[in-house]
């Protein structure tokens, strides 16, 4: 009888092996913690990633919010207060107050109405 066979599915059973305990290892020491909030805080978001807050989308903004220390300067346009109350409760933070952002057009939309200054 051939011990070939034997030979070889022990020897490639045994090298997997080897190669998934070196993968586990790797794996655990490149590891990347990221804050659980920063779902939470996302999920809270109106999810349109309309780069209305000045980011590139409601992750970053997201992420930006779980590291600020206030809400200083970031605003979901999109969602409003209500949004960022509910957010500040997430976080344990005070949400300030700002008014809506409107566009106003001063030409009423064609060049002879615009202000010639």
Not at 71 to 92: D, H, Q, R, T, Y
Request: charged letters at 15%.
């Amino acid at each position: 009888m051939s011990l070939t066979i034997p030979i070889t599915i022990i020897c490639l059973s045994l090298l997997a092996l080897i190669f998934a305990v070196m993968i586990y290892f790797v794996a655990q020491k490149f590891k990347i913690f990221e804050d659980p909030r920063i779902d939470e805080v996302q999920a809270a978001l109106p999810a349109a990633n309309c780069g209305g807050c000045g980011f590139a989308g409601c992750r970053n903004f997201a992420e930006a919010l779980v590291k600020a220390e206030t809400f200083e300067g970031l605003n979901c346009p999109v969602g409003g207060g209500s949004v960022m109350g509910e957010i500040a409760k997430i976080l344990g933070k005070e949400a300030p107050v700002v008014d809506p952002m409107v566009a106003v057009l001063k030409c009423n939309g064609s060049p002879e109405f615009r202000p010639h200054t």
